[in-house]
């Protein structure tokens, strides 16, 4: 059977770890590698069969392999995919409720705040115009005092 390589990238999705940790194990020798020249430097190329080996994800390439094996003979799977499916109780929706009330609640009372210092803050904004135009009058010379 032809090798076929992942990179690391592809690797770290199909088996749900994070790229760190697959990088760890190509530096322990636990997964079979390939360096691939690329301008910016090299890339790992994982080989599937030593990624299958340690993680065991060889169902997901199954799937992969059946999928890409209907879609060739122009056939469209009718049997649903399995997913996990978790179910949510009337508790945890009432305590998302509150979550979101309290969240709610707490925006009003950020908004007000924020209006009250725009607010605050456009007061002073007026008294220091005021007080640049009367330090911008010109003041009246000591004998003007008739006009």
């Known amino acids: 059977m032809a090798q076929t390589f ?3 990238q592809e690797a770290a999705e199909v088996s ?5 940790t697959i990088r760890r194990a190509i530096k322990s020798k636990k997964l ?3 360096k691939k020249k690329t301008p910016q430097g090299y890339n790992y190329m994982i080989d599937k069969e030593s990624l299958v080996k340690l993680y065991d994800v060889k169902s997901i390439f199954d799937e992969q392999s059946s999928e890409k094996k209907e879609k060739q003979k122009g056939k469209i ?3 649903p995919r399995k ?3 978790q179910y949510l109780t009337k508790d945890d929706l009432g305590m998302f409720k ?4 309290k969240l709610i609640d707490q ?3 950020d908004k007000e705040n924020l209006f009250r210092l725009i607010k605050t803050f456009q007061d002073r904004v007026v008294v220091l115009e ?3 135009k009367l330090l911008a009058q010109p003041k009246k010379k000591w004998y003007e005092f008739w006009k």
């Open 77 to 79: 799977s009718k049997t």
């Open 98 to 101: 509150d979550t979101v009330q």
């Open 32 to 34: 079979k590698s390939r």
């Open 130 to 132: 005021n007080q640049v």
């Open 16 to 20: 749900s770890k994070s790229i760190q």
């Open 6 to 8: 992942l990179s690391i």
């Open 83 to 85: 997913l996990s499916k």
């Open 107 to 109: 925006h009003e009372k």
